[in-house]
C-alpha cells in the first residue's frame, strides 16, 4: 500500500496517520534489526570490593577458583530528536497535506520505529523564534506524549533554524540521532550552516527537505498575489513572465541545500509532500543499512 | 497625403486601446499564500527591467498594429503620385502619345509598351462624362480625330500607334491637342501627356499650350504628365551618328575608308567599344573607341572590295538600351573595273614626248579602277571597240570611214569616246569623217603663241570659265580651281558654233571664248572633246596638278560611273530625291522592313522623290517593271537629335506647364509599383510577428 498524501490526508491526527505509515515500513523491512539490548561483552577483571555482584562470572569461579567480573560495552540506548519546523511556511501544501503535516507524521513515525526497539526519542517545534523540546525517553508509554505534541503543533511565524541549532548544540550533551524536518526557508545565510554543524559534534544528522509540488513546477498562470505565510509581505506577479527565473532560484536553493548537507556528511532526504511517506522512509533506512 | 477611403481612419482610435487597458484595468489578481514568496521576490526583482522592456515594446508593437491596419484599410496616397483627380469637374481631354525614338528605349520591356499602358490608364481613368481623343505625336503630328466618349474606339486608336525613329515635336502635339479640345462645351480642358520627356522632344523655350473655353475665353489645360520612363534620371545611349565614306586609293584599287562618328549619351565613360564595319551584313572589320561622359569620338575603318558594284556598308556598336540608332548604313557604289583603249596617234621612244605617256599614266595611277591598253592607230582600229568602256583618240589622223562608223556605233552603244587633238588632226577630215560623233565640227588650229616665244608664258590662252556644276569638274573648287585655270594653252582649236541637233555642254572656256572642254550625251554614249592635246606640245595641262584627277574624272564620266559615286544623303523622316539615268523609271524605294515609298517625278527636272522615309537603313530603288535600280539605291540614317535621351527634370516641366495645372501620374517610380498600404500591411504583420516572440519569452 502506498501511503501517499492523499491517502494520509483522509486519516484522521498525526497517531492514525504514523501507525499506519510504521506498518508500511515495517512491512516493506525484510529482516528485523530490532534484537533485544545492544549489550555486548567486552572483557574479564579480577574481582574488586566494590564490583557489582550480579556481574560475577561464576563459571570462570568453578574453573579457575577465583573471582572475575564480566565488563560489557557502554550500555545506554539510542537517543533520538526529531526537530520539526513548524514556521509559516511550513503550512503550504497542494496535494492534501502540509509540509507540517508531512513532517508530523515522518517524526511520529520514526518515534514510533524508536521507542519500539527501545531507544529513546524525543521531540523539538521550532515555531515563531520559540523551541518547545520534549527530551528523548526510551519508555513506552512516551510515544503518546510526543503524539499530542506534534498533533498540537501549529504553523506560526518565521523560520529561525539558527536559534534551533544554537539551542540543540547546548541540550544535547550525549551523542544523538537528530532528524530536522523543515523547508529551510530561513533567509539568514548561516542557518543552515550553524545547523548542520551539530555533525561536528557527533550528532548523526538527518535531514529532510521538504518541498511541495506548487514550490517545485510553480504551476500559476494568472496575475496573482502572492501572500507570505510568515510576515507581511506580498508581491502582484504575472507568473508567466517569472516562472523561468523562479525556476532556476528555487533549483539552485535545492541544489544548495543539498550539497551543504552531503559536505556536511548529513544524510539528506528531499520529500514532497505528494509522494509515499513510507517510501520514503523505506529509501532513508534502506540508505542507513536498515537500522536507525 | 490622401486617403482612399478615409472612414477607415477611424480605426486608428482602436490604437488607443492598449493604453486604456494600461490605465482602467483593474482586474483584482488572485491572492495566494505561497510558501516560496522569497524566490518569487528574487525573480521578480531579477527580470524587472527586462520586464519593463518587454510591456514597453508590447506596447508599442500592439499600437503599431491597431494604427498600421485602419491606415492601410483607408488606401493613402502620397500627393506627389496623386492620380488625375479632376479637381475642377469634368473635362474634355486629349491624350497625347510620344512617339519619338526615345520611347524605343527598352530596359527589359521597351518604353513605348509603358506609354500604351499609361495612356490606356488615363482614359479609364476618365469619368464617362469626360470626352476624349488620342493624338500619337510625331515630328510632324496629323489631324486630330474629333472628341468622342466612345473608349473602344480610342483605345483601338492607342494600340494602332507606332513608335517611331524621329523626334516627335511635342510643343506641336500639345497644340494641336489643345485646338482640338476646343471644340467642346464644357468648361475644363485636360492634355495628358504620355512621354519620356526628352529635351529634344519638349522645348521649353517657347509658351505652353493654351486651349480656347466655350466663351472664347483663354483657358490653361489642366496637364497630367506620365512619364513612361518612370522616374529615370537618364536615359543612358549611345549612337553612330554620323558615317562618312571615301575612296582610299592608298590602299589599293576598291579601297575605301569609312569613318564613324560615336557619341556617348550617358554620364559614365565607356572604354573599349567594339565598332564593326559590315558590308552587305558580313563583319569585314572591327575597331575599339573609348568614349568620355557624353562624349564623341571618330573611328575611321579601311576595306578594300574585290569587286565594283553597289554595296551597304553598316557601321555597328553593340546594341544598348536603344539598339536602333547603334548602327549606320551607307549605300556606295564601288568602281567596276573600266576597260580603256588609248589610241596614240604620235607614238614616240621617247616616253615624254609620247602623245599617250601621260594619259596612260593619269588613268592607270594606284587606286584608279582603270585598265588602260595602249596601241597605235593602225593597230587601234583593228580592235573590237565593243571590249572596251571607253576610248581616247589622241591626236589621231581621221580614221577610215568604216573605222569612224564603228566608233559611232559604239557612242551609240553606250561607250565612251574622249578625244584629245594635235597636230595629227586634220579639221576638216575629222569633220568629215568623224562628224556623227564630234559635238562640235572643227574650224581651224588657233596658236595664241609659240611654246618656245620667250613670252610664250604671257601670251598663251587661259581658262576663263569651268563649269562646276558638271560632275566632271566638280572637285575643281578653291585651291584646285586655281591649278586648272592656271594651265597655259598654245595651240588649241577652234569649233563651230553649236548647229542643231543634240546640245553640247561647254565645261571650260578660254580667255578668247574659245571652248576647251565639250561634253555630250550620243545615244546611250557620251564623247569628251579637250580643245587642245593631251602631251606638252600644244599645252602644259599634263604637267599640272589638275590633270590626273580631270583624266580619271573624264574617264569615270565616259563610263557612266561617276553618276554613281554621288551619294544620296537621306534622313527618316525626311523625303528623298533621287537622280535616274534617262534609261532609269523609278517607281518606289522599298525600304528595309519592306514598306513601299513611292517615288514620283519632279515636274521640269529629271528627278523622282519620295517621302518621308519611314525606317532607318538600305532602300532599294524598284521600278514599275518591278526590277531593282542598284545604282539608285540608298541609305537612309536617323537624325543624331533623336539619340540624345537627356530628360526634363519634374520641377522645370512643372514650371513650364504652371504648377497650378500640371500634375503627375502614373510612372511615379517605385511608389506607383509598391503602393504604401501594402507596406503598412507589410508593418503590422511584422509587429504581430515580434509581439508574438516577445510573448512567447
Keep these: 500500500?502506498?501511503?501517499?498524501?492523499?491517502?494520509?490526508?483522509?486519516?484522521?491526527?498525526?497517531?492514525?496517520?504514523?501507525?499506519?505509515?510504521?506498518?508500511?515500513?515495517?512491512?516493506?523491512?525484510?529482516?528485523?534489526?530490532?534484537q533485544g539490548q545492544s549489550v555486548e561483552f567486552a572483557e574479564h577483571k579480577e574481582y574488586a570490593p566494590g564490583d557489582e555482584l550480579k556481574h560475577l562470572d561464576w563459571k570462570a569461579y568453578g574453573k579457575f577458583d577465583r573471582y572475575y567480573i564480566k565488563r560489557y560495552e557502554h550500555e545506554t540506548n539510542l537517543r533520538a530528536l526529531m526537530v520539526v519546523d513548524a514556521s509559516g511556511s511550513m503550512a503550504y501544501g497542494t496535494a492534501g497535506l502540509s509540509k507540517l503535516d508531512v513532517a508530523k507524521v515522518l517524526a511520529a513515525t520514526l518515534s514510533h520505529l524508536l521507542l519500539r526497539q527501545q531507544d529513546g526519542a524525543g521531540v523539538a517545534l521550532i515555531a515563531g523564534g520559540q523551541f518547545h523540546e520534549i527530551p528523548p525517553r526510551a519508555s513506552a508509554t512516551h510515544l503518546q506524549v510526543l503524539l499530542d505534541t506534534l498533533d498540537a503543533a501549529a504553523p506560526l511565524g518565521t523560520t529561525d533554524l539558527a536559534t534551533a541549532a544554537d539551542t540543540l548544540a547546548e541540550k544535547l550533551p550525549r551523542r544523538s540521532l537528530v532528524c530536522i524536518f523543515s523547508d529551510f526557508f530561513d533567509d539568514r545565510a548561516d542557518a543552515l550552516k550553524r545547523l548542520l554543524a551539530l555533525r561536528a559534534r557527533k550528532h548523526d544528522v538527518a535531514v529532510f527537505h521538504l518541498v511541495d509540488k506548487a514550490e517545485l513546477e510553480f504551476p500559476f498562470d494568472d496575475p496573482t498575489l502572492f501572500l507570505s505565510m510568515e510576515d507581511e509581505r506580498r508581491i502582484e506577479v504575472n507568473p508567466r513572465e517569472i516562472k523561468e527565473s523562479y525556476l532556476e532560484e528555487f533549483g539552485r536553493f535545492l541544489g544548495e541545500v543539498k550539497d551543504a548537507c552531503t559536505a556536511a556528511d548529513c544524510d539528506y532526504e528531499r520529500v514532497r509532500t505528494d509522494e509515499p511517506l513510507d517510501q520514503v522512509l523505506l529509501r532513508f533506512l534502506a540508505r542507513r543499512g536498515g537500522k536507525l | 497625403m490622401t486617403f482612399a477611403n478615409p472612414l477607415f481612419l477611424f480605426g486608428t482610435l482602436a490604437a488607443l486601446i492598449p493604453l486604456l487597458v494600461h490605465l482602467f484595468d483593474r482586474r483584482r489578481p488572485r491572492p495566494v499564500p505561497f510558501g516560496a514568496i522569497s524566490f518569487v521576490l528574487k525573480s521578480q526583482r531579477r527580470t524587472a527591467s527586462r520586464l519593463r522592456l518587454k510591456r514597453l515594446l508590447l506596447y508599442l508593437l500592439r499600437t503599431l498594429i491597431l494604427l498600421a491596419v485602419p491606415i492601410a484599410l483607408a488606401r493613402p496616397q502620397f500627393a506627389s503620385a496623386q492620380g488625375p483627380v479632376t479637381t475642377r469637374g469634368l473635362a474634355a481631354t486629349a491624350v497625347v502619345i510620344d512617339t519619338s525614338l526615345a520611347l524605343r528605349w527598352k530596359d527589359g520591356s521597351s518604353l513605348f509598351d509603358a506609354a500604351r499602358d499609361e495612356a490606356k490608364s488615363a482614359l479609364r481613368d476618365l469619368a464617362p462624362e469626360e470626352p476624349a481623343t488620342v493624338v500619337p505625336c510625331t515630328r510632324t503630328p496629323a489631324p486630330v480625330a474629333p472628341l468622342g466618349f466612345e473608349r473602344a474606339r480610342l483605345f483601338s486608336a492607342i494600340d494602332d500607334v507606332k513608335p517611331g525613329y524621329e523626334v516627335a515635336d511635342?510643343?506641336?502635339?500639345?497644340?494641336?491637342?489643345?485646338?482640338?479640345?476646343?471644340?467642346?462645351?464644357?468648361?475644363?480642358?485636360?492634355?495628358?501627356?504620355?512621354?519620356?520627356?526628352?529635351?529634344?522632344?519638349?522645348?521649353?523655350?517657347?509658351?505652353?499650350?493654351?486651349?480656347?473655353?466655350?466663351?472664347?475665353?483663354?483657358?490653361?489645360?489642366?496637364?497630367?504628365?506620365?512619364?513612361?520612363?518612370?522616374?529615370?534620371?537618364?536615359?543612358?545611349?549611345?549612337?553612330?551618328?554620323?558615317?562618312?565614306?571615301?575612296?582610299?586609293?592608298?590602299?589599293?584599287?576598291?579601297?575605301?575608308?569609312?569613318?564613324?562618328?560615336?557619341?556617348?549619351?550617358?554620364?559614365?565613360?565607356?572604354?573599349?567599344?567594339?565598332?564593326?564595319?559590315?558590308v552587305n551584313g558580313e563583319v569585314v572589320s572591327k575597331g575599339f573607341v573609348d568614349l568620355s561622359p557624353d562624349g564623341t569620338s571618330q573611328k575611321t575603318l579601311a576595306h578594300r572590295f574585290a569587286q565594283g558594284g553597289t554595296v551597304s556598308v553598316t557601321g555597328a556598336l553593340d546594341a544598348d538600351s536603344l539598339s536602333e540608332d547603334d548602327t549606320r548604313t551607307l549605300v556606295v557604289t564601288v568602281p567596276k573595273e573600266l576597260s580603256v583603249l588609248l589610241v596614240n596617234g604620235a607614238p614616240s621612244p621617247q616616253k615624254y614626248r609620247d602623245e599617250a605617256y601621260f594619259t596612260e599614266a593619269a588613268l592607270s595611277a594606284p587606286g584608279s579602277p582603270v585598265r588602260a591598253v595602249t596601241r597605235d592607230a593602225d593597230a587601234a582600229w583593228r580592235e573590237d571597240f565593243s571590249k572596251y568602256d571607253a576610248v581616247f583618240l589622241l591626236n589621231v589622223e581621221a580614221p577610215t570611214d568604216e573605222v569612224a562608223r564603228a566608233l559611232a556605233a559604239f557612242v551609240d552603244a553606250g561607250g565612251g569616246l574622249f578625244i584629245g587633238l594635235g597636230d595629227r588632226v586634220d579639221p576638216d577630215a575629222w569633220n568629215a569623217r568623224l562628224g556623227a560623233v564630234l559635238p562640235r565640227k572643227l574650224r581651224v588650229l588657233k596658236t595664241a603663241v609659240e611654246p618656245n616665244a620667250p613670252d610664250a608664258a604671257s601670251r598663251s590662252a587661259r581658262l576663263e570659265q569651268v563649269a562646276l556644276t558638271h560632275p566632271v569638274l566638280q572637285p575643281f573648287t578653291g585651291t584646285a580651281r586655281e591649278g586648272l585655270l592656271s594651265v597655259r594653252f598654245w595651240r588649241y582649236v577652234l569649233f563651230e558654233s553649236e548647229a542643231g541637233g543634240a546640245a553640247?555642254?561647254?565645261?571650260?572656256?578660254?580667255?578668247?571664248?574659245?571652248?576647251?572642254?565639250?561634253?555630250?550625251?550620243?545615244?546611250?554614249?557620251?564623247?569628251?572633246?579637250?580643245?587642245?592635246?593631251?602631251?606638252?606640245?600644244?599645252?602644259?595641262?599634263?604637267?599640272?596638278?589638275?590633270?590626273?584627277?580631270?583624266?580619271?574624272?573624264?574617264a569615270a564620266w565616259l563610263t557612266g560611273t561617276l553618276d554613281e559615286r554621288e551619294m544620296v544623303r537621306a534622313r527618316v523622316g525626311d523625303t528623298v530625291t533621287l537622280t535616274p539615268e534617262p534609261t532609269q523609271s523609278p517607281a518606289f524605294a522599298r525600304a528595309p522592313s519592306g514598306l513601299e515609298v513611292p517615288l514620283t517625278p519632279t515636274p521640269g527636272v529629271a528627278t523622282v522623290s519620295g517621302g518621308p522615309l519611314p525606317e532607318p537603313g538600305r532602300y532599294d530603288v524598284v521600278d514599275a517593271k518591278g526590277q531593282a535600280l542598284a545604282s539608285l539605291a540608298f541609305a537612309a540614317t536617323l537624325d543624331p537629335a533623336a539619340s540624345d535621351l537627356s530628360r526634363h527634370g519634374a520641377d522645370a516641366l512643372a514650371g513650364w506647364f504652371g504648377e497650378d495645372v500640371v500634375k503627375t501620374a502614373g510612372g511615379g517610380g517605385e511608389r506607383e509599383k509598391t503602393p504604401v498600404w501594402t507596406w503598412l500591411i507589410a508593418v503590422a504583420v511584422v509587429a504581430f510577428f515580434f509581439e508574438g516572440v516577445l510573448l512567447r519569452r
Aim: contains cysteine.
Design chain 1, 1 to 34: 500500500m502506498l501511503l501517499d498524501a492523499q491517502t494520509l490526508s483522509r486519516l484522521t491526527g498525526v497517531k492514525v496517520r504514523a501507525r499506519a505509515v510504521v506498518e508500511g515500513v515495517l512491512s516493506g523491512l525484510h529482516k528485523s534489526p530490532h
Design chain 2, 170 to 278: 511635342l510643343n506641336r502635339c500639345l497644340e494641336v491637342a489643345a485646338r482640338a479640345l476646343d471644340e467642346s462645351p464644357l468648361p475644363n480642358r485636360r492634355l495628358v501627356l504620355v512621354s519620356a520627356f526628352t529635351q529634344s522632344s519638349l522645348r521649353l523655350e517657347v509658351s505652353p499650350p493654351v486651349s480656347t473655353g466655350p466663351k472664347g475665353e483663354k483657358l490653361k489645360p489642366e496637364v497630367v504628365l506620365r512619364d513612361v520612363a518612370k522616374g529615370r534620371e537618364v536615359l543612358p545611349n549611345r549612337a553612330v551618328i554620323d558615317a562618312r565614306a571615301e575612296p582610299a586609293p592608298q590602299l589599293g584599287a576598291r579601297a575605301w575608308q569609312f569613318t564613324f562618328t560615336v557619341r556617348n549619351y550617358s554620364p559614365e565613360p565607356q572604354k573599349d567599344v567594339e565598332l564593326r564595319l559590315e
Design chain 2, 504 to 554: 553640247s555642254d561647254v565645261l571650260g572656256v578660254l580667255d578668247d571664248g574659245a571652248p576647251a572642254f565639250i561634253a555630250q550625251r550620243k545615244g546611250k554614249g557620251r564623247v569628251f572633246v579637250f580643245a587642245s592635246s593631251m602631251d606638252r606640245d600644244w599645252c602644259d595641262l599634263p604637267i599640272r596638278t589638275a590633270f590626273l584627277p580631270l583624266v580619271q574624272r573624264v
